[in-house]
Nanobody, 128 residues
């Protein structure tokens, strides 16, 4: 059984930073793409960031580009999302996901339907 466990969420002031982690068990992610999505109250879930299985191709949503960085450590079966310069509008539940798609096409890596396994989410609240 594949399980994804997100951690690192919490309350942070505007301008602050958080680092989310996503540890995967039950499956080696060495050939999987990894993604982060988020869902704010009353809104649909949206794409945040993705990194391909090799770890050299990454894409970001327009609202987080330049502030968030996705990375991965295959030896630890873990993906990360470094979030800097946080804004109140970044407040959401952040979900980690795994895709078995091994390509690098942005139009596929940014789609929810391409992801096969999902975590339960971690709350990020940006407020003063």
């Amino acid at each position: 059984q594949v399980q994804l466990a997100e951690s690192g969420g919490g309350l942070v002031q505007p301008g602050g930073s958080l680092r989310l982690s996503c540890e995967v068990s039950g499956r080696a992610i060495t050939t999987d793409g990894m993604g982060w999505f988020r869902q704010a109250p009353g809104k649909e879930r949206e794409f945040v960031a993705t990194i391909n299985w090799v770890g050299v191709i990454s894409y970001y949503g327009d609202s987080v580009k330049g502030r968030f960085t996705i990375s991965r450590d295959n030896a630890k079966n873990t993906a990360y999302l470094q979030m800097n310069s946080l804004k109140p509008e970044d407040t959401a539940v952040y979900y980690c996901a795994v895709t078995t798609y091994t390509g690098s096409l942005r139009q596929r890596l940014t789609l929810e339907k391409e992801y096969n396994y999902w975590g339960q989410g971690t709350q990020v609240t940006v407020s003063s």
